[in-house]
């Protein structure tokens, strides 16, 4: 029997949400509650594949004209399976979609894969079946990461340094809840550096980290109960990811978020497989940010690939 494909409606969030808990590559940012957050920017087009009666994959994304993209508000959000997914069966899914999207009026699918930290097993299943029926690898990001269970690296002399002066300073880190006075700096520190504002407001961070405070939280530094710096955290199984960094201007002095860093990498989040800096590349991968990119490996993170394919259905 041919692969079923079902477009997601609410009626579906109690399956939908239950399949992500249980798969082998599937992060909080795929629930139902944290996609919908932006309903009024992306019109929603997840797909849900059924083998018989069985739930065997979802595809979290959205539509833009005749273009789907997986998914345009997150990071990443390519087919998430559990483990008994197999490559075969993963050919058969591409296989419904070749003919389900022109059907649906779709010709192109931007498909944002994803990375292998974020999985529980060998997960790439998708990535052969994308390179079997021609979808062309468009753009490549790098981000950096530390693998826990081998960090050998260590921080570098100038992070060692500011770390001490941190701590003779005597800056305190907490986990805090004053998301609203976080992202104020951040916000500050985007404007005048880069002219931009953060992807997310505050109202919506607060919201999110509401709705999920094991996956999302603050950590920030404090002098005389002032905040100085912060790090926000998107927490999953295996992944510590630094969704923002940032510190008031008298913090950077400080070294306000390196004695952060250095709780969470050394102390808190010891048990998790990955610490995740994000990506520090621009202009669909093109462009290499040499200084934001080598703060990051200074304190011992290397390179993780974030991929995009495109797949032409058919001709405009």
Same mark, same amino acid.
Request: glycine share 6%; hydrophobic share 40%.
């Given at each position: +029997?041919? =692969?079923?494909?079902?477009?997601?409606?609410?009626?579906?969030?109690?399956?939908? $949400?239950?399949?992500?808990?249980? /798969?082998?590559?599937?992060?909080?940012? #795929?629930?139902? $509650?944290? +996609?919908?957050?932006?309903?009024?920017?992306?019109?929603?087009?997840?797909?849900?594949?059924? $083998?018989?009666?069985?739930?065997?994959?979802?595809?979290?994304?959205?539509?833009?004209?005749?273009? =789907?993209?997986?998914?345009?508000?997150?990071? #990443?959000? %390519?087919?998430?399976?559990?483990?008994?997914?197999?490559?075969?069966? *993963?050919?058969? !899914? #591409?296989?419904?979609?070749?003919?389900?999207?022109?059907?649906? %009026?779709?010709?192109?699918?931007?498909?944002?894969?994803?990375?292998?930290?974020?999985?529980? +097993?060998?997960?790439?299943?998708?990535?052969?079946?994308?390179?079997?029926?021609?979808?062309?690898?468009?753009?490549?990001?790098?981000?950096?990461?530390?693998?826990?269970?081998?960090?050998?690296?260590?921080?570098?002399? %100038?992070?060692?340094?500011? =770390?001490?002066?941190?701590?003779?300073?005597?800056?305190?880190? @907490?986990?805090?809840?004053?998301?609203?006075? #976080?992202?104020?700096?951040?916000?500050?520190?985007? *404007?005048?550096? &880069?002219?931009?504002?953060?992807? &997310?407001?505050?109202?919506?961070?607060?919201?999110?980290?509401?709705?999920?405070?094991?996956?999302?939280?603050?950590?920030? /530094?404090?002098?005389?109960?002032?905040? *100085?710096? %912060?790090?926000?955290?998107?927490?999953?199984?295996?992944?510590? &990811?630094?969704?923002? !960094?940032?510190?008031?201007?008298?913090? @950077?002095? *400080?070294?306000?978020?390196?004695?952060?860093?250095?709780?969470?990498?050394?102390?808190?989040?010891?048990?998790?497989?990955?610490?995740?800096?994000?990506?520090?590349?621009?202009?669909?991968?093109?462009?290499?940010?040499?200084?934001?990119?080598?703060?990051?490996?200074?304190?011992?993170?290397?390179?993780?690939?974030?991929?995009?394919?495109?797949?032409?259905?058919?001709?405009?």
């Amino acid at each position: +029997m041919a =692969i079923r494909i079902i477009e997601y409606s609410s009626p579906l969030q109690l399956e939908w $949400d239950k399949f992500i808990s249980n /798969s082998k590559n599937g992060v909080f940012l #795929f629930y139902r $509650d944290y +996609m919908e957050y932006h309903t009024d920017r992306f019109i929603d087009f997840s797909l849900l594949f059924y $083998d018989e009666n069985r739930l065997i994959g979802v595809l979290p994304a959205n539509r833009r004209g005749e273009k =789907i993209i997986s998914h345009g508000g997150l990071t #990443f959000g %390519g087919i998430v399976t559990d483990s008994r997914m197999r490559t075969a069966k *993963m050919l058969e !899914i #591409f296989e419904a979609l070749k003919l389900y999207l022109p059907s649906q %009026g779709v010709c192109n699918l931007i498909y944002k894969a994803i990375p292998y930290i974020y999985s529980d +097993m060998p997960a790439e299943e998708d990535l052969y079946a994308l390179h079997y029926i021609g979808a062309k690898l468009y753009r490549r990001d790098v981000s950096s990461s530390i693998d826990m269970r081998y960090n050998l690296l260590g921080f570098s002399k %100038g992070r060692k340094w500011l =770390i001490s002066r941190a701590k003779k300073l005597n800056l305190l880190v @907490k986990q805090a809840k004053d998301f609203k006075a #976080f992202m104020a700096i951040e916000e500050n520190n985007l *404007m005048m550096r &880069h002219n931009v504002k953060p992807v &997310h407001t505050a109202n919506e961070i607060e919201l999110l980290a509401g709705r999920f405070p094991e996956n999302i939280k603050l950590f920030a /530094s404090y002098k005389d109960d002032i905040m *100085m710096g %912060g790090v926000i955290i998107y927490e999953s199984r295996h992944v510590a &990811h630094a969704q923002y !960094i940032a510190a008031t201007e008298e913090g @950077k002095e *400080m070294g306000a978020t390196d004695i952060i860093m250095n709780y969470l990498i050394n102390e808190y989040y010891t048990e998790k497989r990955y610490f995740d800096f994000g990506i520090s590349t621009e202009n669909e991968g093109r462009y290499l940010n040499v200084g934001l990119i080598e703060n990051k490996e200074s304190y011992g993170a290397r390179a993780v690939i974030y991929d995009f394919y495109e797949w032409v259905l058919a001709a405009h």
